[in-house]
């Protein structure tokens, strides 16, 4: 086994990361679109696709293909002038977009292709506009902003890893197994890098302080404020609801604690204890406000 293959065999599972750090220039060298050789399209449509399948990879599709829009607010923050961090986005954004497509892709095949969106990418909703117009204002302010930065990253990349294991579990399709199994390992990449980051951004008390405040106060899972809130809901319960997902929820949970500052913190399954009724209840009905 080569290094490098060594490096994405290691890095493919999520949980504790192994003791030494990100092998940045490995990454750097192997970032590329997501491989689709070998993936039976023409094989979708002879395995059911749930509704409940297709209305969870609707909504990780877009946000996928929202990742764009993250880019430009973080452009305007101290993230780019950090010349590794800088390099990781740039190859970020190129693997987050080709999901986006790689999804679509399993949509179309379904017999379920994506439509516009009933709101253009460029006219965000005008509290995502504040809202990075705000981050912009800490990050100039915030000597440490990439400490937050770092651990936004690592909790979004977790908890989307997690959630293509668990869809590829209840969806039960071969296909998208396949193709999930390939998207994760971008995913697993992805979590790393913030991870490793934000574990050595966050050794600093003072850094970890404000971190941990910002990100028990703000943080909410992907795609918050940029789909319905109904949908995030009916994900969140699709998904993490049953006692496996509950499981894989706490796993998350767990995982974060562990970067310094963050032993006592509650996410995943504080939102889903807010949000989310256990199979059969009606807790997501009774916040299914819209967000935009
Ligand atoms: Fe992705
Ligand atoms: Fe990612």
Redesign the pocket.
């Known amino acids: 086994m080569t290094p490098s293959a060594a490096a994405a065999t290691t890095l493919a599972e999520p949980g504790p990361p192994p003791a030494r750090g990100f092998p940045f220039e490995a990454y750097l060298a192997r970032s590329r679109a997501v491989d689709l050789t070998g993936i039976a399209w023409d094989d979708v449509p002879h395995h059911r696709v749930t509704p409940e399948t297709v209305r969870t990879l609707q909504y990780m599709q877009d946000i ?1 293909s929202h990742t764009i829009v993250y880019l430009r607010s973080l452009l305007a923050t101290r993230a780019i002038d950090d010349p590794e961090v800088a390099a990781f986005l740039a190859c970020w954004i190129y ?2 977009t080709f ?1 986006g497509l790689a999804l679509a892709r399993f949509l179309e095949a379904a017999g379920t292709p994506v439509g516009a969106r009933p709101r253009p990418r460029g006219s965000e909703p005008l509290a995502k506009r504040l809202e990075a117009w705000a981050t912009a204002l800490v990050s100039r302010a915030w000597p440490d902003f990439c400490a937050v930065h770092m651990t936004w990253g690592a909790i979004n990349e977790l908890t ?1 890893l997690t959630g293509y294991r668990r869809l590829s579990v209840r969806a039960g399709h071969p296909v998208l197994t396949e193709l999930l199994d390939r ?1 994760t390992l ?2 697993s990449r992805h979590f790393y890098f913030y991870y490793r980051q934000a574990e050595r951004r966050l050794a600093r008390p003072g850094a970890a302080r404000i971190a941990r405040l910002l990100v028990d106060r703000f943080w909410a899972p992907v795609g918050s404020g940029v789909q319905p809130r109904e949908e995030l809901t009916f994900l969140a319960g699709y998904l993490f609801s049953d006692a496996d997902g509950r499981v894989a929820a706490r796993k998350v949970d767990d995982t974060i604690r562990r970067l310094p500052g963050f032993s006592k913190t509650r996410l995943l399954e504080a939102w889903m204890d807010r949000f989310v009724e256990p199979p059969g209840g009606a807790k997501g009905k009774r916040h299914g406000n819209r967000d935009h």
């Open positions: 996928e693997e987050e999901h989307t998207i971008d995913e």
